[in-house]
């Protein structure tokens, strides 16, 4: 039983345009939110995060917003560029188990020149 | 500064045989996780250590497979009688405190196991 869904297993998109990456999840327990960017026989790198009191955060060209009623998330890069091509993992905890991560099986971003 | 180091970062086995994989976390951080990332898949949690105390071992797939943290810092993670399944990377992260929300965990590069 997949809880945290990345349905889509790839995205392109132009360099300078805006990459957006979906996540559901079904647990209703997870009440934090994480992105991690991976490359080729690279370890996952994390990205960013959101607590499930905020509908919003942003680090630079990268945000995450979440809609609590509709568990979903996404991830929005803008502008997109060559370097970020990578598998992007949408991840998540719940209060009772604060370590432990759940994740999407990923999507792969790819950012043409 | 060091990140995660994972060891060997490739390893071929013999089905039947023990296989032991290493993980030196960040410096001081007290939080340890192992994961299993099969081919296509996220990774899936295994277990988890605070300092040398394992707090959760649910993820571990079978009794064949065991983590050890002895001295709170390097861990091993040790498979017995390989399997065919047991092929998969094998990631490493760690964290300066589990229990804090807001820190995130760091990953090594894995080890990818393959089982022939």
């Known amino acids: 039983d997949q809880q945290v869904k990345q349905n889509s297993p790839s995205l392109s998109v132009q360099e300078g345009r805006i990459s957006i990456l979906n996540c559901d999840y079904t647990?209703?327990?997870?009440?934090?939110f994480l992105w991690y960017k991976k490359y080729p026989a690279e370890g996952p790198t994390f990205l960013i995060s959101?607590?499930?009191?905020?509908d919003k955060n942003e680090d630079g060209r990268f945000t995450v917003f979440l809609n609590k009623s509709a568990k979903h998330l996404s991830l929005h890069i803008v502008p997109s560029q060559p370097g970020d091509s990578a598998v992007y993992f949408c991840?998540?905890?719940?209060?009772?188990?604060?370590?432990?991560?759940?994740f999407g099986k990923g999507t792969l971003l790819t950012v043409n020149p | 500064g060091a990140g995660v180091s994972q060891s060997p970062r490739y390893k071929v086995a013999k089905r039947g045989q023990d296989v032991a994989l290493r993980c030196d976390p960040i410096s001081g951080h007290v939080s340890l996780f192992w994961y299993q990332q099969a081919l296509g898949q996220g990774p899936e949690f295994l277990t988890y250590f605070q300092n040398e105390a394992q707090l959760d071992k649910s993820g571990l797939p079978s009794d064949r497979f065991f983590a050890e943290r002895p001295e709170g810092s390097v861990s091993t993670l040790k498979i017995q009688r390989t399997q065919q399944e047991d092929s998969a990377v094998y990631l490493c992260a760690s964290s300066s405190w589990g229990g804090v929300r807001n820190q995130p965990q760091h990953f090594g590069d894995g080890t990818r196991l393959s089982i022939l």
């Open positions: 991840a998540a905890k719940s209060g009772g188990s604060n370590y432990k991560l759940t």
């Open positions: 647990n209703s327990m997870f009440d934090y």
């Open positions: 959101i607590s499930s009191i905020k």
